[in-house]
């Protein structure tokens, strides 16, 4: 059975307070907050004070994804504003081993996340220190994009050599999934489902994520 991790940035942010309280009613595992500062990525959506703000609206765990340079300056703010995992990416962290140990001493889970274009063997090495590897499914910056194809063959090579290394690793996956392909993303291998347009732009959210998480 997957993890749902509806994302948050496909939320109606005037109405975020009861946004909150329907995923708190629905089967959503997780919720995932991306943190996108305009450097890393080609667009800003919101910091510290929102994922302090949705901490305080669900015991659910918050799922950070730092789209950003230079996250050692901020890890620590994130996790003292609630974040259960805070996810960085291997592109922006020149001292990776070094972000996920910091990341580690704080006490929460740690996730290293790739772009389409970043071939899974920039994380080897640190494999058995994660928790968590973000496989992103579309180019970061934006929702409502579509899933590009060759995420499922990078899923499934990922999959091969965490079953050997470090079984105890989740795949996340991000970007484009909907009720139509996750199917074959989970066939693939994945354990978490992150998802935004297709649960916040869905008619029933909440019967959107039981269908997904209804997925094998
Ligand atoms: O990180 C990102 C985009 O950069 C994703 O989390 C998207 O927010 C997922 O949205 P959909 O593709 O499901 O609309």
Same mark, same amino acid.
């Given at each position: 059975m997957p993890i749902i991790a509806p994302s948050i %940035?496909?939320?109606?942010f005037l109405d975020l307070k009861n946004e909150c309280q329907r995923l708190n009613a629905s089967e959503a595992d997780w919720f995932h907050l991306d943190v996108m500062d305009g450097r890393f990525v080609p667009n800003i959506s919101f910091g510290i004070p929102i994922v302090e703000a949705i901490r305080k609206a669900?015991?659910?765990? %918050?799922d950070v994804h730092l789209m950003i340079v230079e996250p050692e300056k901020y890890v620590e703010d994130f996790k003292k504003a609630g974040a259960d995992s805070i996810t960085v990416h291997v592109e922006a962290c020149p001292h990776l081993h070094r972000n996920i140990q910091q990341i580690k001493n704080l006490g929460i889970k740690v996730g290293v996340a790739l772009n389409p274009h970043t071939p899974i063997c920039m994380i080897e090495n640190v494999l058995t220190d994660i928790d968590m590897v973000l496989i992103m499914?579309?180019?970061?910056?934006?929702?409502?994009q579509s899933f590009i194809a060759h995420s499922l063959i990078k899923i499934k090579e990922l999959k091969q050599k965490i079953n050997k290394i470090a079984p105890q690793v989740l795949i996340e996956v991000d970007g484009g999934i909907s009720l139509d392909n996750a199917s074959a993303v989970m066939h693939s291998g994945a354990d978490v489902l992150v998802a935004g347009s297709s649960i916040f732009h869905s008619k029933s959210p909440e019967e959107t994520i039981h269908q997904l998480k209804k997925i094998k």
């Open positions: %940035l496909a939320a109606n669900t015991t659910k765990t %918050l499914s579309v180019n970061p910056g934006f929702g409502g």
